[in-house]
């Protein structure tokens, strides 16, 4: 085998030719040409020869910054005739053994990965940022693009992904953006909105002695490549979920989040790559308008990664309530673990807001001092104002509380359809003998447990608890794993 520093090797032809629904790239030697289709769609028009000349320029001005040493320059395929010539980007020839869609199934992949994931963040820590690039960051504008692909899709004459399909994703879609104006405010004003490179995918990843490689970035509409910097990096994990390792996509979140100090939500993420896989899903449909009879299967699979993942990103406000002792603070503590919820405690809330009364009457009684109802209201509201707060960023709640009175339970269903959220109400139950034996045992233990109840309490309030049926049982007197794994069928079955 002999190679050359452009990455051609005489074990790969000298030539060859790789077709996209947009484009056509010519292998010969160490040089790719990669040529434009005169095509029209919804979402690009490459149909006249100066349209096809200008995004070319622009796709070569784009690509430098993160490949500069790949893409060489321009130049026209002449016509004999005499006719103006077709416009070509010149590019060094990658291997096409170096492709991260072929190394993310080696030994090497997890290092691969996180060496893109850093200097994916370096790229967006330089970005250029702007005004009229954030606008492209609102809710408003990430809606408009959603509604695009799938008014795109609708529009397409294809039977693979029915009507329904498409209408409950686009239920879900509206749902999540329309309770969460606060989350997209806040990514502007943190200046996560850049010029990224709009269509990150292990196919266009190359990784080499010296590293990685970034290629072909969208040029063909600048508003699509102005972004969230979650939005770009999630193409690229959606892509390797799509190849079978949404292992290295979660390892690809992890070490960008730790490169570049991001926080933002699960739900966030979760959002863009659904976003991302039903946009491949659209184009995989066109694919298969165009000839492509595997397309029809990547639509499929596409569509369902879109459809798991908006599930998954649905926000949701968890209730876990029941008579003190049984086990609703333990299996709250659990869920919120389980399913990257905030956990927010009544009994945590009570001790911070009444902590001076707590020192000088350290039993009360039932339904006096820091336990009388304007005392309770105040915890309610609080809780229930710091689980809204959280919602409208985007950040599922789970809300450890009795839950005995329907009144606080109607407010939260109050906050839940305020915030466009799944309200999700388990009851935790467990037999007399053992809340007794566990509010004891608890009390044996010393004051530093933020429940205060006593077994005359939970009897007095189990007297005034209000039914309450809507809520999924949970019996927490079985094992601790069978009891959490209810309570986290229960939050996704929602």
Not at 121 to 129: D, E, V, Y
Request: proline fraction near 4%; aromatic fraction near 6%.
């Amino acid at each position: 085998m002999s190679s050359d520093s452009s990455g051609w090797s005489s074990d790969q032809p000298f030539a060859a030719l790789h077709e996209t629904h947009a484009g056509v790239v010519i292998l010969l030697g160490d040089r790719a040409y990669k040529a434009k289709k005169p095509v029209r769609t919804d979402f690009l028009d490459f149909g006249t020869l100066q349209a096809r000349r200008a995004v070319c320029a622009h796709e070569l001005e784009l690509n430098r910054r993160l490949a500069p040493d790949v893409y060489l320059g321009l130049i026209e395929l002449g016509d004999p005739g005499g006719a103006e010539g077709e416009p070509l980007v010149v590019m060094r020839r990658m291997p096409e053994s170096a492709r991260l869609s072929t190394i993310a199934h080696g030994a090497a992949a997890e290092d691969w990965v996180s060496a893109i994931a850093d200097l994916v963040a370096r790229f967006h820590s330089g970005a250029q940022r702007a005004a009229h690039i954030s606008a492209q960051g609102t809710a408003a504008a990430v809606q408009w693009r959603w509604q695009a692909n799938i008014r795109e899709m609708r529009d397409l004459d294809q039977s693979v992904i029915d009507d329904d399909r498409v209408a409950a994703l686009e239920q879900a879609v509206l749902r999540y953006l329309d309770g969460r104006e606060c989350l997209f405010t806040e990514r502007i004003d943190g200046g996560h909105i850049v010029d990224g490179h709009g269509d990150l995918l292990a196919d266009d990843i190359f990784c080499l002695p010296d590293g990685p490689r970034i290629l072909d970035c969208l040029d063909f509409d600048d508003r699509l490549r102005y972004l969230d910097v979650i939005d770009d990096i999630s193409c690229l994990a959606m892509d390797l979920e799509f190849l079978g390792r949404s292992d290295l996509g979660g390892l690809l979140f992890e070490r960008y989040t730790a490169a570049s100090g991001d926080t933002a939500p699960d739900s966030l993420r979760h959002h863009y790559v659904a976003y991302r896989a039903f946009m491949r899903g659209k184009v995989d449909c066109v694919r298969l308008l165009q000839g492509r009879a595997a397309s029809a299967d990547d639509a499929l699979r596409h569509t369902a990664i879109a459809e798991d993942h908006l599930h998954r990103g649905a926000v949701r406000l968890g209730l876990v309530g029941g008579l003190p002792a049984t086990g609703k603070s333990t299996l709250a503590n659990a869920l919120a673990d389980a399913v990257g919820a905030t956990l927010v405690s009544s009994d945590a809330v009570r001790r911070e807001l009444f902590a001076d009364e707590r020192r000088s009457d350290p039993d009360p009684g039932f339904g006096r001092g820091r336990y009388s109802p304007d005392a309770t209201a105040d915890v309610y509201e609080t809780l229930l104002g710091r689980a809204q707060r959280d919602l409208e960023r985007g950040v599922s709640v789970v809300l450890d509380a009795s839950w005995t009175d329907r009144r606080w339970r109607e407010r939260a269903a109050e906050v839940a359809a305020a915030t466009l959220a799944d309200l999700v109400p388990m009851r935790c139950t467990a037999p007399p003998a053992t809340t007794e034996r566990r509010l004891r045992a608890r009390r044996g233990a010393g004051g530093d447990h933020d429940s205060e109840a006593t077994p005359d309490i939970a009897r007095a309030m189990a007297l005034q608890a209000d039914a309450w049926p809507d809520s999924a049982e949970i019996d927490t007197a079985r094992p601790p794993d069978r009891t959490l794994s209810a309570a986290v069928d229960r939050w996704w079955s929602t």
